[in-house]
Structure formats: structure tokens, C-alpha cells
Antibody, heavy 119, light 112 residues
Framework: QVQLVQSGAEVKKPGASVKVSCKAS????????ITWVRQAPGQGLEWMAW????????NYAQKNQGRLTMTTDTSTSTAYMELRSLRSDDTAVYYC????????????WGQGTLVTVSS | DIVMTQSPLSLPVTPGEPASISCRSS???????????LAWYLQKPGQSPQLLVY???NRASGVPDRFSVSGSGTGFTLKISRVEAEDVGVYYC?????????FGPGTKVDFK
């Protein structure tokens, strides 16, 4: 069965970086893309970025551009999201999800990773 | 960016009764290929979001047929014919016509 398993919770200081992993199983990793969505405490969902695993093409929300990098390792079927220069308002649960660009559907989601930014 | 709005933001429901949620976008989500780039997600309490509907009106795999979507362009409605206990949570519409993809604020559905 399709599964996306994310790395554990992180606590970081302002200005630091965080790298969250998302390990996929149960499907051909390179046949789908991966998107990242975050949710601040008690708030709604915010789309952050998309990566085409097959060719590495990325699409970032402009507000995070310059601080955010997505990568994938097809040998381990793992996607990574790195966010730099962390601020307190980056505190959120970060989700990865599998998707098909042509349908723009994100059909399987990871369990979420809480990133807390605090001094 | 395309702005998504939803109404109501809170929807108390009675089990077995119908419910509907409205979603509007600041610009048309109807592509020249005939697809509406609108998806719906449900986030149950304490869980990750789950896909309900993609490309406007296509139910995702495993989604019961009591869920239906109508509308096109800038206005859409998600309808639940008979609400069941497993349907409680926050419903989000999301436009996927252009990046940045954007979500509506969410509609919280719970029992009266």
C-alpha cells in the first residue's frame, strides 16, 4: 500500500535551517510528484511547493522562494524539504503528499512533521 | 494569487441530514481544456488531509457517492447527501489552476 513516512518533530532556533524527509513506499516513486503543504497551529493549509520527481523540475510559492529547497533521492524513494533562515512564523506542521501534475491531485499524504521555531 | 473563499466557515450538522459547502475563487478555474482545477480535501480531527475530489467533480478513489460537487468557473458546491459520523472535520477547497496553489479558509463540519 502507498505510504509516505515523514521524519520526526524538530525544534529550531530563529535563523537556523530544518530539513524534513518524506520516505515513499508502495508505488513507483519517479512516476509521481511530491508536494509540500504546511499548517500553522490552529490555522488552515498553505501550499508551499511541488517537485516533479522524474525530471527534478520544481515550482515554489514565491513567498518562500530563496529559503526553500526541495530535493529527491530516487535511490531511497525519499523527498526532502529544507527551509532556511527560520522565523517564528515558520512554526507549523509540514506535510508531504504524492501527486500527479496532470490531475493536480494529492492523493496520499504523510503523517506530518511539527517544526517549532523558538528562541 | 487566486483567492479562495468558503461559506459557511462553521457548519453544525445532524447525522443523516444533507449538508453543503460553497467555494468561490477570485478568478475562473475553468481551463481551456475543459477541466476545472479545483480540488476538495477533508482533514479529520488529528489527521492529515485526505483527497475527496479532483478536477472539479471527480471523486477520489474510495470516496463514497454521498459526496458530490457541482459548479464551474468561479463557484462550486460540495454536497453531502446524508452526513455520517466519519464526515466530521474541516473541508478545504483548493485551486490548482496556477501556482501558487491556494486553499480556502476551511469549513468546520461537526454535529449539533
Amino acid at each position: 500500500q502507498v505510504q509516505l513516512v515523514q521524519s520526526g518533530a524538530e525544534v529550531k532556533k530563529p535563523g537556523a535551517s530544518v530539513k524534513v524527509s518524506c520516505k515513499a513506499s508502495g508505488y513507483t516513486f519517479s512516476s509521481y510528484g511530491i508536494t509540500w503543504v504546511r499548517q500553522a497551529p490552529g490555522q488552515g493549509l498553505e501550499w508551499m511547493a511541488w517537485i516533479n520527481v522524474h525530471n527534478g523540475n520544481t515550482n515554489y510559492a514565491q513567498k518562500n522562494q530563496g529559503r526553500l529547497t526541495m530535493t529527491t533521492d530516487t535511490s531511497t524513494s525519499t523527498a526532502y524539504m529544507e527551509l532556511r533562515s527560520l522565523r517564528s512564523d515558520d512554526t507549523a506542521v509540514y506535510y508531504c503528499a504524492r501527486g500527479r501534475w496532470e490531475l493536480r491531485d494529492f492523493d496520499f499524504w504523510g503523517q506530518g512533521t511539527l517544526v517549532t521555531v523558538s528562541s | 494569487d487566486i483567492v479562495m473563499t468558503q461559506s459557511p466557515l462553521s457548519l453544525p450538522v445532524t447525522p443523516g441530514e444533507p449538508a453543503s459547502i460553497s467555494c468561490r475563487s477570485s478568478q475562473s478555474l475553468l481551463h481551456s481544456n475543459g477541466n476545472n482545477y479545483l480540488a476538495w480535501y477533508l482533514q479529520k480531527p488529528g489527521q492529515s488531509p485526505q483527497l475527496l475530489v479532483y478536477l472539479g467533480s471527480n471523486r477520489a478513489s474510495g470516496v463514497p457517492d454521498r459526496f458530490s460537487v457541482s459548479g464551474s468557473g468561479t463557484g462550486f458546491t460540495l454536497k453531502i447527501s446524508r452526513v455520517e459520523a466519519e464526515d466530521v472535520g474541516v473541508y478545504y477547497c483548493m485551486q490548482t489552476l496556477e501556482t501558487p496553489f491556494t486553499f480556502g479558509p476551511g469549513t468546520k463540519v461537526d454535529f449539533k
